[in-house]
């Protein structure tokens, strides 16, 4: 068997546009064919995981299983009427914990640790770790094993998302849109499937692969002072940041266009993140899905707690913890590596200094200009902190300051 990556070539969309041809046709006259949608998935699950690949194919048939144990065990649990927090607490745990161990395996100096883990880890347990929470809450009450099969292995979205949620995504995928809304759906696929064409292999291709290497190389060779600056590496964070966009986005735009095509409207990652107005609002643009995800799962939840529990009586405080280990996590959960933590500390800093300039503002708005230039400063300016900030995802400055590759 081949081993196909999701979008990664032309032959990927000639094989999924033969796929999704009869499904399509289903939709268009009102019916769902869930046998051959299922067929379809397991065929791209398998192009995904198959030849070189295929120990990350048994990882995930071992992975999906043991989700399933555990979300049926524990909704099982809640149906009967008990809803401990110790009982949740370790849930949750053990639902991250196989992801724990395959961030931690890449720093373990062993053979085996290499062979850990497999595409779509992380999305497929924040998609377990909401319904567990939501089953918790009661906002699940039951959890159809069909559906939640297919939602865990939605193929579109399966490696890099977006983030679905269980009850939006079963109520999509357990019926068929009426043939209008289906051909608004086609229509709006296509058009995000050309717009990934262009952003992904055009200007992404352009940014990463012909001008990035360039400035990576000029940096290296003209920086000075102890931390070895130059106008090539201000030139090395913008185009990095242009690809990270372009890239990501263009990906995203093809898992979504597909999920049209299956009449499921996956939700969108992106929405003009550089022209954000401030941080908070970067965060409502870029990586849509992960970013409510996390705040809906690490910040609210921790703040609930923590006000439940009294831990910090002060609701500023509060709020400035809560951002700062929402933005950790995300830091820790990006990669075990300096640059990943201090990229989440970064926005965390960034979003703290935000709220408070926003009260500031708020206290003295008689006396701060608000006008066409003030407005165009503060995306100026959002701009750059972002930028920065992904200089340091970049790791680059680990290579250009200790020569690690």
């Known amino acids: 068997m081949i081993n196909m990556q999701p979008y990664s070539n032309p032959r990927y969309f000639i094989i999924l546009f033969v796929a999704l041809l009869p ?3 289903g939709l268009y006259f009102g019916r769902r064919f869930k046998i051959y949608e299922a067929l379809v998935s397991l065929l791209f699950l398998v192009l995904m995981f198959d030849g070189t690949d295929a120990i990350q194919g048994y990882q995930l048939i071992g992975y999906i299983a043991f989700q399933f144990l555990l979300t049926f065990a524990y909704e099982r649990y809640i149906r009967s009427g008990r809803n401990k927090s110790w009982v949740f607490y370790v849930v949750i745990i053990l639902a991250i914990l196989p992801l724990v161990v395959v961030k931690i395996a890449p720093h373990v100096n062993n053979p085996v640790a290499d062979l850990i883990g497999f595409f779509g880890i992380s999305y497929i347990t924040f998609k377990t770790v909401e319904v567990l929470m939501e089953l918790r809450d009661k906002a699940i009450e039951k959890v159809d094993p069909v559906t939640y099969a297919r939602f865990l292995l939605f193929f579109p ?3 890099s998302g977006p983030i679905d949620r269980y009850k939006r995504f079963a109520n999509d995928c357990n019926g068929a849109p009426d043939r209008q809304e289906y051909i608004e759906q086609m229509r709006l696929g296509t058009r995000y499937i050309f717009q990934g064409f262009l952003y992904k292999f055009i200007i992404g291709y352009v940014f990463g692969t012909l001008w990035l290497p360039q400035l990576a190389k000029m940096s290296i060779h003209m920086g000075q002072g102890p931390l070895k600056l130059s106008w090539a590496l201000v030139g090395y964070m913008y185009c990095y940041s242009m690809y990270l966009f372009f890239d990501f986005a263009g990906y995203s735009l093809f898992a979504v266009g597909t999920s049209y095509f299956m009449g499921i409207k996956t939700p969108m990652n992106f929405n003009k993140p550089f022209i954000s107005k ?5 965060w409502n643009r870029w990586h849509i899905t992960l970013s409510f995800w996390f705040r809906d799962f690490i910040f609210m939840r921790f703040t609930f707690f923590a006000m439940k529990k009294k831990l910090v009586k002060n609701r500023k405080d509060l709020s400035r913890l809560s951002y700062f280990i929402d933005f950790l996590v995300m830091g820790f959960w990006h990669g075990l590596t300096w640059y990943y933590i201090v990229y989440g500390i970064y ?10 300039w926003l009260v500031f503002k708020r206290k003295h708005k008689d006396k701060i200009p608000s006008n066409k ?3 165009w400063f503060a995306i100026f300016l959002t701009f750059n902190v972002v930028c920065f900030s992904f200089l340091i995802f970049s790791g680059f400055l680990s290579t250009l300051w200790f020569g690690w590759k």
């Open 347 to 356: 926005h965390a800093f960034a979003i703290i200094f935000n709220d408070n």
């Open 23 to 25: 499904l399509i046709i």
């Open 278 to 282: 401030n941080i908070k609002d970067f």
């Open 373 to 375: 230039f003030t407005k």
């Open 157 to 159: 979205t399966i490696s």
